[in-house]
């Protein structure tokens, strides 16, 4: 079983913000590939269902983004899941609007969702970063990634989610190199990115 968890703060105050990309992300994965409906427990809403032959545990935390790790902790131990089985989504200031880029462990870079997550479960578990953007002129992070997106971010924010969804089996099958560039190469081809596709060894 893996666990997918995506990072955000709960309530209809925090559902557009950019800091919830991640619960965008498995919202997108749990309509495209048909999981149970959603349910309350660990703290969080769950839904399970199954990705290229595998059992996937969706998992959103409800405990606010800063105490994310109590949340995917409780999931993780009731169903023994390897750290290294656990995969998180998560916004990220430090890649451009609808780059995406994946690693396992590494630092935090002050997010506190995975500050809290690597606290209470260990820092082993593979990130799936979402690039949000860094925010113009003098705005603080924290303003930007507790802002709204704009409306004419939508589209990419869209078109990011859906082709997630539509390419996370790889992350399944162990060839995360081959979903970000897939997602790079999607998005492209969209207009909303022009950059060429990420190194993988980046």
């Known amino acids: 079983m893996l666990l997918f968890a995506g990072l955000g703060n709960p309530g209809p105050r925090y559902a557009a913000n950019r800091h919830n990309i991640g619960f965008l992300v498995l919202d997108a994965i749990h309509r495209r590939h048909r999981f149970a409906p959603w349910r309350r427990r660990f703290q969080g809403e769950t839904a399970e269902g199954q990705i290229a032959g595998e059992r996937i545990l969706l998992l959103k935390p409800m405990t606010f983004m800063n105490e994310s790790g109590r949340s995917v902790a409780e999931a993780q131990n009731f169903f023994k899941i390897a750290l290294g089985d656990v995969v998180v989504f998560h916004d990220e200031i430090d890649l ?38 860094r925010p113009d002129g003098k705005k603080e992070a924290h303003a930007h990634v507790l802002g709204d997106f704009a409306k004419d971010e939508y589209p990419w924010v869209e078109a990011l989610c859906k082709t997630v969804a539509d390419e996370v089996e790889m992350i399944v099958q162990g060839r995360p190199e081959e979903f970000q560039n897939r997602i790079h190469l999607a998005l492209r081809a969209k207009g909303f990115l022009t950059e060429p596709p990420a190194d993988p060894a980046g």
Not at 110 to 127: P, Q, T
């Open 96 to 133: 451009a609007a609808a780059k995406v880029r994946v690693k396992s462990g590494g630092g935090n870079a002050g997010h506190n969702g995975l500050r809290s997550i690597s606290a209470y479960c260990g820092n082993e578990y593979m990130r799936v970063r979402l690039g949000v953007g």
